[in-house]
C-alpha cells in the first residue's frame, strides 16, 4: 500500500477514507469494521491485559456451533457477529488472529452436535464456542475425546453438563440459579402465592433434575408445586399444557422454555383467563415479537444484560461497537454478549496459558490455567468505573458468582425489579 | 391425572371441538384430493404453509387488513396447489402410465420432494425470521361461565363451518359438483360423458388447498408462521381423511375431525399434555388394522390398466 503522499492511497483516497469505504461496506455485508484504536487502546487497558503475552503472530482455529437453523436459531446466519467483533478488536489490540469455524446444531439436534464436534476434532480444532448446553449434551463426549476447550455461554452447564472436561459454561444455569433469587421475589411480591405451577421442556430425564432443583429451593418455604407440565421444544401450540395449569389453580407460573418459545406461551396465556403472573428464564426480542401485546407484564429472571444500560466501562463500550459496527437494527442481547465475552475469555486464556509457559493450543494447557485462576473480566457487573468479573467454579465448571435479576417488561421496556447473586444470595428488591 | 369436574370436562370439550374444526377443515380438503385425484399429496403441508407466509408478508409489509390478508394467503396456497398437480403430478403420472408403472408410488415420492423443496424454499426467503406473526387479529379471552373461548376460536369455528357447507353445497348442488362426483366415482367413464378428467383434478388441487391456506393462516394467527406449520397438520389430515372415509361427504368428515379433537383433549385427563399426539395416531393404527385401507382399490380407481393409457 502507498504511504507516501500524506497516507493518499490510489486516486487521492485517504487511507483514512478508504478505510471508512471498506468499514461501511464491510457492516452492509455483515462483517464487523475496524474498532477505532484509540478506544481498542482504552479497552486493552480496562481488561488489564497482559502485554508480554498476547499471542501476537499465532492463529487460532476456533468452532462455534450454534443453532444457525431451527427453532432455537433466532439469529441466523449472524449468529457469529459479536465474536467476529471480538475477535477482530483482539487482533487489532496485537493479540493473535483466530479463524471462525461455524457449525449449525441445528437447535438441539444431537445428531448434529455429534458431527460438529466429530469435524472440529479431525481438524484439531483446540477450541470451540458452544451453545444450549453443548448441544444438549451430544457434543460433550466429542469435547472430551478430541480435546476440545469449550464455552457455553447460551446454556451454561445446566445439571447435566458440570464437572466435564473441557467443558465451562459461562452463563448462571436456568432456571436452577435463579430459582432461589425467584424464590424470595415471589415472597416479596405475593405473600400469600404459595402454589406454583409451572411449564418446561421435556428434556426426559434431564427435566426431573430441574424440578428436582426447583424443589430444593421450594423446601421450607411453604411453595408447593402445583403443576409440571412438559412441552416440546420449540413447541408453538401450548394451549393443552395451559389448560392443565389452569386446571392446577396456580398462584404463579413458571414457564422454563427457551428461546421463541416463550413467545408462544405467552401469547396463548393471555387468552386463556388465567391472571396469575408468569415468570421466566430467558428474554429475547425474537419472542417478544412473537407474543406481541401479551409479553406485557411478564417477568424474567436469569443474568440479563441490560444493552439499554451498560453496567460497566466495557459493556458500554461492547454496546457502542455493535451498534457502530455490525449491521444489526436491535441492541445486542445476552446470547451475543456472552458470545463476545467467551471469545474476550479464550484470549484471556491464550494470555494466561502462555504466561505459564504452556501450549495454547492445548485443551489441558487451557483448562489449567483457567483453574489456575478462574476470575475473567466480564460485561456483567462492575461499575461505571471497574469492568465486571466472572468467577468459575472448577468443581463444577460453572459459574460461581454472577450478577443476576428479576425484571419485567412493561410499558415495552425491561425494569428491573431485583438483584441477587447465583442461587439467590444477596437479594435487593431494587423499588 | 388431573382432577375432574364439570368445568374441567366443559373446558376440555370446547377445545376439543375448536381444535378439531382445525383438523376438520385440513382433513375435509385433503380428502378431496387424495378421494378424487388419487394423489397421496403430503405436499398439501406446504399449500398450508405458504398460506400464511403470504397472510403475514401482506400484512407486516403492506399493512394488509387481516380478512384480505387471509384470503390472498389461501388464494396462494389454491395457486400453488393447482401448479403442483398441473406441472409435477400430471406429467409425471402420465409418464409411469405410459411406462407401465404404477402412479401411486412415483406420486408419493414426487410430493416428498415437493415438500422438502417448498419448506426449504420458505426456510431460505424467510431466514432472518424464523416466525412471521400475522397481523390485524386481535385475539382475546371470552369467559363462558366456567370456560374460556378466544375470538380466534369462535372466527375459526364459524368460518370453517361455513366452508364446509358451502363445499358440500357446490359437490351437491352444481354441475361442478357432479363432474367432481363423476371423477371420484370413475374417471375413466367420465370420460365418456365429456368430462376432463385433468380439470378436475386441477380443481379439486385448488380447492383442498384453498382449505388448507384458510386452516393455515388461523394457526399461524394463534402461534406464528414458520416453515415448518404444516407438517403436523398434515398427519392429522391423514388420519381424519382416513377415519372419516376417503369418499365420505365433507360434512360426515368434518364431525369426525371434531370427534377426534374431542378424544384427543379428553386424553389429558388420562395421559400427560406430551403424550396427547400418540391418541390420534393410536385411534388410526386401530383403525386401519381392524379395517385397513384398500390401497389396492385406490390403485385401481385411479391408475388405469397402462394399455388403456398407451392405446
Same mark, same amino acid.
Given at each position: 500500500m502507498n504511504t507516501r503522499n500524506g497516507g493518499r492511497v490510489g486516486n487521492g483516497l485517504t487511507r483514512k477514507e478508504m478505510l471508512a469505504g471498506l468499514g461501511a461496506a464491510a457492516a452492509v455485508a455483515g462483517v464487523p469494521r475496524p474498532s477505532d484504536a484509540a478506544s481498542l487502546q482504552e479497552l486493552a487497558k480496562m481488561l488489564g491485559v497482559d502485554s508480554k503475552h498476547l499471542g501476537k503472530g499465532l492463529t487460532f482455529d476456533v468452532g462455534c456451533s450454534y443453532p444457525v437453523t431451527g %427453532?432455537?436459531?433466532? /439469529? =441466523?446466519?449472524h449468529v457469529t457477529d459479536a465474536p467476529n467483533m471480538a475477535f477482530q478488536q483482539i487482533t487489532q489490540m496485537g493479540g493473535p488472529k483466530f479463524n471462525i469455524i461455524l457449525k449449525d446444531n441445528k437447535s438441539g439436534d444431537p445428531q448434529a452436535g455429534v458431527q460438529s464436534v466429530r469435524e472440529l476434532g479431525f481438524a484439531h480444532v483446540p477450541m470451540m464456542l458452544t451453545s444450549e448446553v453443548a448441544d444438549l449434551a451430544a457434543e460433550l463426549t466429542g469435547i472430551k475425546q478430541y480435546k476440545i476447550f469449550s464455552l457455553d455461554g447460551s446454556g451454561g452447564t445446566s445439571d447435566f453438563g458440570q464437572a466435564r472436561k473441557y467443558f465451562w459454561g459461562t452463563i448462571a444455569i436456568t432456571p436452577d440459579d435463579a430459582v432461589g433469587g425467584v424464590v424470595k421475589f415471589i415472597q416479596h411480591m405475593w405473600p400469600n402465592a404459595k402454589r406454583v405451577a409451572s411449564c418446561g421442556w421435556d428434556l426426559g430425564g434431564l427435566s426431573d433434575m430441574v424440578l428436582d432443583r426447583i424443589q430444593h429451593f421450594f423446601d421450607g418455604t411453604g411453595f408447593v408445586q402445583a403443576a409440571s407440565e412438559r412441552s416440546k421444544m420449540g413447541a408453538t401450540d401450548y394451549s393443552a399444557n395451559i389448560q392443565k395449569i389452569k386446571q392446577s389453580n396456580p398462584d404463579v407460573v413458571l414457564a422454563i422454555v427457551y428461546a421463541e418459545d416463550v =413467545?408462544? /406461551?405467552?401469547?396463548q396465556y393471555a387468552t386463556s383467563g388465567i391472571n396469575k403472573p408468569v415468570i421466566t428464564f430467558t428474554h429475547t426480542l425474537a419472542a417478544q415479537q412473537i407474543a406481541g401485546p401479551a409479553y406485557e407484564g411478564l417477568y424474567f429472571s436469569f443474568d440479563y444484560f441490560d444493552a439499554t444500560r451498560p453496567p460497566n466501562p466495557w459493556a458500554k463500550f461492547f454496546v457502542d461497537e455493535y451498534a457502530k459496527n455490525i449491521n444489526a437494527k436491535v441492541p445486542p442481547d445476552y446470547y451475543t454478549a456472552n458470545s463476545y465475552e467467551d471469545a474476550f475469555t479464550l484470549w484471556q486464556l491464550i494470555m494466561r496459558t502462555l504466561k505459564r509457559g504452556g501450549n495454547p493450543k492445548n485443551a489441558d494447557d487451557l483448562q489449567a490455567a483457567l483453574i489456575s485462576n %478462574?476470575? /475473567?473480566p466480564s460485561l456483567y457487573g462492575g461499575s461505571a468505573s471497574e469492568v465486571g468479573t466472572i468467577v468459575f467454579d472448577p468443581e463444577t465448571h460453572s459459574v460461581k458468582h454472577r450478577p443476576m435479576m428479576v425484571a419485567q417488561f412493561k410499558g415495552g421496556k425491561v425494569n428491573q425489579l431485583a438483584h441477587f447473586d447465583v442461587g439467590g444470595a444477596d437479594f435487593k428488591m431494587l423499588q | 391425572m388431573s382432577s375432574v369436574n364439570f368445568a374441567n370436562f366443559l373446558q376440555l370439550l370446547a377445545d376439543g371441538i375448536f381444535n378439531g374444526t382445525a383438523y376438520a377443515l385440513i382433513g375435509v380438503g385433503f380428502s378431496l384430493i387424495l378421494s378424487v385425484s388419487g394423489r397421496f399429496h403430503i405436499a398439501y403441508a406446504m399449500t398450508y404453509? +405458504?398460506?400464511? @407466509? *403470504?397472510?403475514?408478508w401482506m400484512g407486516t409489509a403492506y399493512h394488509v387488513p387481516f380478512w384480505p390478508a387471509l384470503l390472498l394467503g389461501a388464494l396462494a396456497a389454491a395457486l400453488l396447489g393447482a401448479l403442483m398437480e398441473r406441472l409435477v403430478y400430471l406429467p409425471l403420472s402420465l409418464r409411469a402410465l405410459s411406462r407401465g408403472a404404477d402412479p401411486l408410488l412415483v406420486m408419493f415420492v414426487a410430493s416428498l420432494g415437493l415438500t422438502v423443496i417448498v419448506r426449504n424454499g420458505i426456510a431460505l426467503a424467510a431466514l432472518q425470521q424464523s416466525s412471521v406473526n400475522i397481523q390485524g387479529f386481535n385475539n382475546q379471552g371470552i369467559n363462558w361461565g366456567p370456560i374460556t373461548v378466544t375470538t380466534l376460536n369462535l372466527t375459526t369455528f364459524f368460518t370453517t363451518w361455513g366452508l364446509i357447507f358451502a363445499l358440500w353445497a357446490v359437490l351437491n348442488l352444481t354441475n361442478l359438483g357432479r363432474m367432481i362426483r363423476a371423477v371420484r366415482a370413475n374417471w375413466e367413464m367420465s370420460l365418456c360423458i365429456g368430462i376432463d378428467p385433468s380439470l378436475i383434478f386441477v380443481m379439486v388441487f385448488v380447492i383442498g388447498s384453498f382449505f388448507s391456506g384458510v386452516a393455515g393462516v388461523f394457526q399461524a394467527t394463534f402461534a406464528s408462521a414458520t416453515p415448518d406449520l404444516g407438517l403436523p397438520p398434515f398427519f392429522y389430515a391423514l388420519v381424519v381423511a382416513f377415519l372419516a372415509g376417503l369418499t365420505s361427504g365433507p360434512i360426515r368428515i368434518a364431525l369426525v375431525a371434531v370427534a377426534l379433537g374431542v378424544v384427543e383433549a379428553?386424553?389429558? #385427563? #388420562? #395421559? !400427560?399434555?406430551?403424550?396427547?399426539p400418540l391418541v390420534v395416531?393410536?385411534? +388410526?393404527?386401530? @383403525? *386401519?388394522? #381392524?379395517? !385397513?385401507?384398500n390401497f389396492k382399490d385406490l390403485r385401481r380407481r385411479f391408475s388405469p390398466k397402462p394399455q388403456v393409457a398407451a392405446g
Open positions: %427453532p432455537a436459531a433466532i /439469529f =441466523g446466519s =413467545g408462544y /406461551f405467552m401469547k %478462574p476470575v /475473567f | 404453509t +405458504l398460506a400464511a @407466509y *403470504v397472510a403475514a379428553m386424553s389429558t #385427563l #388420562l #395421559l !400427560p399434555t406430551q403424550f396427547t395416531f393410536a385411534i +388410526l393404527f386401530f @383403525y *386401519v388394522a #381392524l379395517r !385397513p385401507v
